[in-house]
């Protein structure tokens, strides 16, 4: 089975995790949250233990990115080689795969822990623990698979867990008082005298007040890691209590709709980083059919089979084998369409033949034991009614047809999710192939789109921003015709019902206002304003002064935010088709000067040779740093100060306080006196070896063992100190080193790119593109102020905080009578426009497309940074970028005053014609 590697959003919601460890260790979690999230931490239910949440919508693989979590927390809080994790999931089957995918040698799950802590870890259920050894717990990883509610239950007389167990004997035999004095503080860990005097046995007798010895309490001694998935459902006291028996040292969630108030949401991942990774289908071009359900039964076969022939021309292009299915919402029995009555019309009316077809309800379960991904399995259409069997998947699964009204249709979302997810997570060559499709009943597009969004948005863990993304009209995409969006499209217009009884003067007034549409309807019996087009600040203040109390306002927020993000969804570029110019990137190749004289004998053929992209390695390459100077070796500032059962680890800015048993559960004895500075080395080769590529294992370990011997000798520090704080000495090697590169780089890079030793030019072949589906900004990060940008590419911004210069100069670029359309430009790669700099890339703040072709970068920047060397880089090499375009491309530092031209003043001569 092939290994998977972290998509961008999961390295980045592990990076967001591991800094947060690190924050903690010194500030206590709830300023590491805050710094990390920009809210307040919620510590009611845990206390001082952190308790975090990474927020995956649905098919966002958190399966994975939990398997890689375990090794990040281990290291960067328990700072241990061997953790203790306990893994809850919410029900029996899916603790079966969890447990089966773990356990499978080659499987990514597995993989993601035996690269860490090798082929040794051990990964079980709760009835294996007892027949761990106790000498293995700390030398090696064990991962415990359960259930929660193995152990949420008000009597723990009635689970195995924690009742008294003569196979823990020789575990506990073992363990001295001190240590287990933890259990004395946790609920119902000590053996009562009322227990006692039920013990038929009497060995209970000698024990009261004392810890039991039981599963739990073994796992409570080695304050396990504790990972919870869909840790929604575990937001109740017997849950808290539950979680609370097992003294877990940290606790990380993961779950697509957590329990608003109650998780700390420390990473949230939006649906645009999962479209931009390939791990989704988007967008869900949706159909509504007012018809009735013959109408969208048509449609979705019609559908079904102008994909099979876009997937037959994909694989004939090499992009692997799809066969696009249709899974079927019918209705339930009683009604007009249920399932035995929907494959009768497939068969007789629509002709599909017989073994196209599988019912899969609780009675009938034909898709039992198929392989729906194998090439000879006939399947296209599912017909089902609720939801499908827990942990079912259909890998091909590209259109649902729901009968039911959505409004009422119960599991629909569980259905859509399958239809979301990408075949083997790899965009398709036939752009068809990367968007969902959904057929429903109903009467207008904005109805469907309503209902789609509420499920998206309630069940699916999406919020209104991603749906500004997520929902076009199937009509405004040309499905088959071509392997291109088209430019010209239908736009769908969105109407939203606020329920009004009296509506105010003031805001009837508004009706005809430029681009807002309010009528007076009665639907339902009820008096309602149907809106259509972008709600105003100014009308939304209107709307929620027609309702009185909190709930009922905040219920008229949320209505006007979903508005207003299927509003964008329709009407930005991107939605619409239309394509974003290409950026040139930067490439070099190295001038005569630095070419030897066997490659001058070729003479003109020099002028033939490649440009290679311009990037930061490539100047390193040149760096002749050499490691084992007086100023590499020393680590200024790091200090291990040792007690009796704490030390300390100073670093330059800060300090770390462990308590021994954390450094002491480790992979080998690296707390006893037989460790040897050779283990030590091993140890930071085998932790950084990835770290600093640039070196050779011999580079590497000759300066790990000059600085471990310079600590030694000449900071007086114990190798067996050194040892238990490892981790953060080699956190602080990587930084150490990290500087020294940086410092070495700057020169070369002035040398061969600002002062061009290299040949450098434009690259037009390995342009830089915006592409519809690809701005994966990150949910913490958007845009969610109430200014409409108009001309902006796609219907959400990344990071742009509502007031101030930035978003001042975003207004002025948006309103700009010579810009066509522009980007906030995002920060990562290869979504993100950048530059290469000695440091690394320098990714501008925004993009901008001009009605006469050209293009301009921009980069907004406080005046009181312009004269700061980095920033004068990075001006320089937009500059040089801006020059070699040849006038195609400009670049532009703008700042609030500069020479007496405000912001507006300096944009216009940039993009002067």
Known sequence: ????????????????????ARSAQIHGAAQAFREQAGYSYNGDAFGATPCVCLRIPTGGGKTLLAAHAVQTIAQEWRATDAPV??????????RSQTLKALQTDGHPYREALAAHYGAGVRVCTLDDIANIAPPDWGLQAVVVVATIQ??????????????????????????????????????????????????????????????????ANWLALHEPILIVDEAHNTKTDKSFTALQRLNPS?????????????????????????????????????????????????????????????????????NGYVRPIVL??????????????????????????????????????????????????????????????EGWDCPFAYVLCSLQRLSSATAVEQLLGRVLRMPYATRRGREALNKAYAHVVEAKFSNAAHELADRLINNMGFEALDVASMIVHQGALP???????????????????????????????VAGTEGISIQVATIGGEQQLVVTGHISPEIETLLIAEVRGAKKQEQVRDKVAQHNALTSAQQAPASRGVPFAPLPT?????????????????????????????????????????????????????????????????????HVQLRAADANQIAFDYGSSTISADDLVRWLDQSLFQKLPHFTQNERCSYFAAVVSYLINEKRQSLVGLAKARFKLAQEIEAHVADLLSNAAK??????????????????ERPMLFERNRYPVPTGSRYSGRYQFNKHFYPVLADLKDGGEEFACAQLLDSHANVEQWVRNLDTQPCGFSLATSKGRFFPDFVAQLKDGRMAVIEYKGAHLLAMPYEIEKRQVGELWAKVSEGKCLFGQIVLQRDGLNMKQQLDALLAT
């Open 1 to 20: 089975m092939t290994t998977l590697s972290l998509k961008s959003y999961q390295q980045a919601a592990l990076d967001t995790l591991a800094r947060f």
């Open 85 to 94: 994790a306990v893994w809850l999931v919410p029900s029996d089957t899916i």
């Open 150 to 215: 193995g152990f949420r239950v008000d009597d723990t007389d009635k689970r195995n867990v924690y009742s008294f167990s003569e196979g823990f004997e020789r575990h506990f035999k073992g363990v001295d008082e001190q240590r287990l004095r933890v259990l004395h503080g946790l609920p119902d860990a000590l053996v009562t005298v009322e227990e006692a005097a039920t013990d038929k046995t009497g060995v209970l007798q000698g024990f009261i007040g004392q810890p039991r010895w039981s599963l």
């Open 250 to 318: 940290i606790i990380l969630e993961l779950t697509a709709t957590p329990v608003a108030g109650k998780a700390n949401v420390l990473y949230h991942v939006s649906a645009q980083e999962l479209a931009a990774e390939s791990m989704v289908k988007l967008p869900i071009a949706l159909a509504e059919h007012p018809l009735g359900w013959q109408q969208a039964v048509f449609a979705a076969v019609q559908t079904q089979r102008a994909l099979e022939g876009e997937a037959l021309k994909d694989e004939a292009a090499g």
């Open 328 to 389: 079927f919402q019918a209705q339930n029995e009683n009604d007009e369409v249920p399932p035995e009555a929907l494959r009768t019309y497939l068969q007789d009316e629509l002709h599909i033949p017989p073994e196209q077809i599988k019912v899969a309800t609780g009675s009938t379960r034909e898709l039992d034991g198929l392989d729906l991904s194998a090439r000879t399995e006939p399947t296209r259409f599912v017909i089902t009614v609720q939801a499908l069997r």
């Open 479 to 509: 499905l088959f015709d071509k392997n291109q969006p088209a430019a010209g499209v239908f736009i769908a217009e969105i109407a939203t019902n606020f329920i009004v009884p009296t509506p105010s003067p003031e805001l009837l007034a």
């Open 586 to 654: 930067l490439s070099y190749r190295p001038r005569i000067t630095e070419i030897t004289e066997q490659d001058k004998n070729q003479g003109d053929q020099v002028d033939l040779w490649p440009f290679y992209p311009l990037e930061r390695s490539a100047v390193l390459e040149t760096v002749d740093l050499d490691l084992l100077t007086p100023e590499a070796v020393q680590l200024q500032g790091f200090l291990v100060v040792e007690q009796s059962n704490t030390f300390e680890i100073y670093l330059k800015d800060a």
């Open 747 to 764: 020169t070369q890079f002035r040398q061969l790119v600002l002062e061009q030793t290299w040949d450098i030019t434009a690259d037009w």
